[in-house]
C-alpha cells in the first residue's frame, strides 16, 4: 500500500485540516489533487537571475486570467481562494498583494514589479511527483523600448513569447481531444426512436478518432471512450493536461419543432447568438446539475475567461475552425440555414485551446435521427470534420 503512504505524505505536507479518511479516499484515485473550489495552499518568490518565478501551489487546477496592461504592475485573477501567506517581493517583483476579488471564489493579486516586465510563461502544471498542482508566473526584463509589461494576445495564448520557453516543447504531431458529450448518468437528449444522445456522439469521436489517427498527421486524446459521466470543467482540464491544440465537443441536439434539422456549430460568446442558441446553451451546461455540481461557478467562469486577453485570440482561432467546419462539411449532411452560432458553454472555456461545439444533427427530427444511427452517416460526419482539421491545421503551418 505505497499509494496510500503516499497520499499520506501529501497530506500532512500541506497541513490539511480536512477529514484524512476522507482526502485519502479521493486522492487515492487522482493523486495530489484535492476535492473542493481550488485553494491555494503556499505561495512562493524565486529570483533566477534571467528571470523571477512566481509559483502558487494549489488543491486542484483553476482558472486564472492575466492582466499586464497597467506599467510595472501584473494582475492575476484566480478562481480560489488562499490558505497561506504572500511572499515578499524578489527578483523583479517589488511586492505582491491581495486585492478584493470579484466574488468570494475569486482571488485578485497584485505584483508590482521594480522594471517593465516581460512574461515568459504563465500557465497551471498538472499535479507530478507527488507536487499539487502549481500556477506557475515567469517575469523577464521587458526588451529594450517596450514601455509597460510586453503582453500581447498571441504571447499569452501559445505561453510562448521569446525567449523560447522550456517549460512547454512543441510535440511534433498536433493534439487533438475530442469530448463525447455527456455520458454515464446524463444520456444527453433522448431521439425520436429512442436512441440516446450519448451514445450516438460516443460512435461519431470514435469514428472521427480513427480518421484522424489515420491520416498519420495527428496525435488525439478522448476525455470519455466509454459511457461516463464527465464533468464539463473536468472535460476542459483535459483538453488542457493533455497540451490541446483544438477541442472539439460532439453533441446532437433536440427541439420542440419537428421541422428543423441539419448540423450547427458552436463557439464560446458571453451573449447567445439568438434563443435557440441560449436555450442550448443552458441544455447542455445542465450536464453537471445531473449528478449535483454548482452551477453557479461556471457560469462566472463564463464571464470571466471572456475578459482575458489570452481567450481573444483563442476565440478568434475557435471561430476560424468554427467556419472551416461549415465550409468542409460533407454534402450529403443536412446544416442548418445559420449554422455558425455562439453561446456561453462551460464546456468550450479552456483559455488557451480553441474549442468548438458541434451539434451534429437533430435527434428530435425523424431523418436526421435515422442518419445518425447509421455508420454511414458517422463516417460522413467524420470525414468532414477530418477536412476541417487538415484545413485548420494547413494553414498554421
Ligand atoms: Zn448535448
Known amino acids: ?150 503582453l500581447t494576445p498571441a504571447s499569452v495564448s501559445t505561453l510562448a513569447p521569446p525567449p523560447p520557453p522550456k517549460a512547454k516543447p512543441r510535440p511534433e504531431l498536433p493534439m487533438i481531444v475530442l469530448d463525447a458529450g455527456h455520458g454515464g448518468q446524463d444520456p444527453g437528449t433522448i431521439g425520436v426512436g429512442g436512441a440516446y444522445e450519448k451514445d450516438i456522439v460516443l460512435a461519431v469521436t470514435l469514428e472521427l478518432r480513427r480518421q484522424l489517427l489515420a491520416t498519420g498527421r495527428y496525435r488525439v486524446a478522448l476525455t470519455r471512450d466509454k459511457d461516463l459521466f464527465i464533468p464539463l470543467r473536468q472535460r476542459v482540464a483535459i483538453a488542457r493536461t493533455k497540451g490541446a491544440d483544438l477541442f472539439i465537443s460532439l453533441h446532437a441536439d433536440s427541439i420542440a419543432s419537428r421541422n428543423i434539422r441539419g448540423l450547427s456549430v458552436y463557439t464560446l460568446s458571453d451573449k447567445a447568438s439568438d434563443r435557440e442558441a441560449e436555450m442550448l446553451a443552458q441544455r447542455e451546461n445542465q450536464a453537471d446539475a445531473i449528478v449535483g455540481m454548482d452551477l453557479s461557478v461556471q457560469s462566472s467562469d463564463i464571464a470571466n475567461i471572456l475578459i482575458s486577453l489570452s481567450q481573444r485570440d483563442t476565440m478568434n482561432q475557435s471561430r476560424h475552425f468554427a467556419s472551416l467546419v461549415v465550409r468542409h462539411v460533407d454534402k450529403q449532411v443536412p446544416v442548418l440555414p445559420s449554422p455558425l452560432r455562439s453561446a456561453g458553454l462551460a464546456v468550450l472555456t479552456a483559455p488557451d485551446v480553441p474549442s468548438v461545439l458541434v451539434e451534429l444533427g437533430y435527434l428530435s427530427h425523424p431523418q436526421d435521427a435515422r442518419l445518425l444511427a447509421t455508420d454511414a452517416h458517422r463516417r460522413r460526419l467524420a470525414g468532414s470534420l477530418v477536412r476541417a482539421v487538415d484545413g485548420y491545421f494547413s494553414s498554421q503551418r
Do not use: Y
Not at 476522507?22 to 473542493?36: H, I, K, Y
Not at 481562494?81 to 511586492?95: C, E
Not at 466574488?103 to 515568459?120: D, E, G, K
Open 1 to 150: 500500500m505505497t499509494f496510500f503512504c503516499l497520499v499520506w505524505l501529501v497530506a500532512a505536507n500541506v497541513a490539511m485540516a480536512q477529514a484524512p479518511v476522507q482526502t485519502a479516499a479521493v486522492a487515492a484515485t487522482m493523486p495530489a489533487t484535492l476535492p473542493g473550489p481550488a485553494r491555494i495552499l503556499a505561495a512562493r518568490m524565486g529570483d533566477h537571475g534571467d528571470k523571477t518565478r512566481f509559483v502558487l501551489e494549489l488543491t486542484r487546477d483553476t482558472h486564472f486570467i492575466l492582466d499586464a496592461s497597467r506599467p510595472q504592475m501584473v494582475v492575476v485573477d484566480l478562481e480560489a481562494s488562499i490558505d497561506s501567506g504572500l511572499p515578499p517581493g524578489k527578483g523583479l517583483v517589488r511586492n505582491v498583494r491581495l486585492e478584493p476579488g470579484a466574488s468570494a471564489s475569486r482571488l485578485r493579486l497584485v505584483l508590482s514589479t521594480t522594471a517593465p516586465v516581460h512574461i515568459q510563461l504563465a500557465e497551471i502544471i498538472p499535479p507530478r511527483d507527488g507536487m499539487p498542482p502549481r500556477f506557475i508566473l515567469d517575469l523577464g526584463p521587458a526588451p529594450a523600448g517596450t514601455g509597460a509589461a510586453a
